[in-house]
């Protein structure tokens, strides 16, 4: 069934042509059953241009392995928590009933490979969600094994005692420096941003949104882009995103925030955020941990090329 479309990313776009919900559409092209211009595309996240030819193949094989994690996901396993390395384009958790490829899911049953030498079980193990990270966002994340080890984990982000590090390619010279700002869920069109950013005749109180702090350090400066690290005090959603797109800095690859920024864009594949410290006390024993991870293949070719 082709069907000629505008310019949109492809798991949109399947969605529309096929009326099928959010999750059918991504299973249908994780599974490979989409082909765009005779080629199957995996990966909902790709820009389907203006004149494309899109088609439900259901006839085709479902690809083996989709969706599974490696086992050098996991960082650190025990009794209490899991700390894994998330790829991007996987989120966190389901967003719709059904969804299935979400990193919760994939970590109980990379979990229940490897706790069960290789074996595959229908039982996956305990796992629960303490904080999250976007799905275009790649690096460290936590999750608490146990109940006890849920609630000490999230109360030690609730006092902000975590450590978080996140190395992120924005445009321009970025500045070092802390931001602060209150963070609203609708700013007045329908996006996050500051109490500053309220627009569209929407009236705000002083007292409005919650207070986000993200500390923001230069680490290279590039061609038309600077390579920065930024240290969460808080962590809102969208955060990161939001204070340097609001700063004048928006990050590559972003497609929400930033559209007033008036610079020359550079492309990018995804949102060029890396998770890539963590720090925390374990919540039985107490003993400070930290863990580091080198960002992704895609965001170190897009480093290489704004280097060179």
């Known amino acids: 069934m082709p069907a000629e479309l505008a310019s949109s990313m492809l798991d949109g776009v399947v969605r529309a042509l096929f009326e099928v919900p959010w999750s059918r559409a991504r299973r249908w092209i994780a599974d490979g059953k989409i082909t765009v211009d005779g080629e199957v595309v995996t990966d909902g996240r790709v820009r389907v241009g ?38 991007s384009g996987v989120s966190t958790m389901p967003y719709e009933r059904g969804e299935r490829g979400t990193l919760d899911l994939l970590v109980r049953r990379l979990l229940s490979r490897t706790e069960r030498g290789g074996k595959r079980s229908g039982a996956h193990p305990a796992l629960s969600v303490v ?8 690096g460290l994340i936590v999750f608490g094994r146990t109940f006890l080890a849920r609630q000490r984990l999230k109360a030690q982000f609730r006092v902000h005692s975590i450590h978080r590090r996140y190395l992120a ?8 420096g802390t931001i602060r700002s209150r963070l609203l869920a609708d700013r007045g069109d329908g996006r996050r941003g500051s109490l500053a950013s309220a627009r569209f005749g929407r009236e705000v109180r002083a007292e409005e949104g919650r207070e986000a702090v993200t500390h923001v ?3 290279e400066r590039l061609h038309g882009a600077t390579l920065v690290g930024c240290r969460l005090e808080t962590g809102r ?5 939001i204070h340097l797109a609001e700063a004048g800095h ?36 107490g003993e400070p941990l930290r863990w580091s991870r080198r960002p992704p293949g895609d965001f170190w070719e897009a480093l290489e090329r704004l280097r060179r």
């Open 50 to 87: 203006a004149g494309a030819v899109v088609v439900f193949r259901p006839e085709l094989r479902r690809l083996t392995g989709a969706g599974d994690l490696p086992a050098t996901a996991l960082v650190h396993v025990d009794a209490h928590l899991v700390v894994v390395d998330k790829p």
């Open 131 to 138: 904080h999250r990270l976007d799905k275009e966002t790649s």
């Open 169 to 176: 390619l924005a445009h321009g010279e970025v500045e070092g």
């Open 217 to 219: 350090e230069p680490v």
């Open 237 to 241: 959603t969208h955060q990161i995103r």
């Open 250 to 285: 928006p990050l590559l690859g972003e497609r929400v925030y930033g559209r007033e920024y008036a610079g020359p864009w550079i492309a990018a594949p995804r949102v060029m955020l890396h998770a890539a410290e963590l720090g925390l006390e374990h919540p039985a024993t």
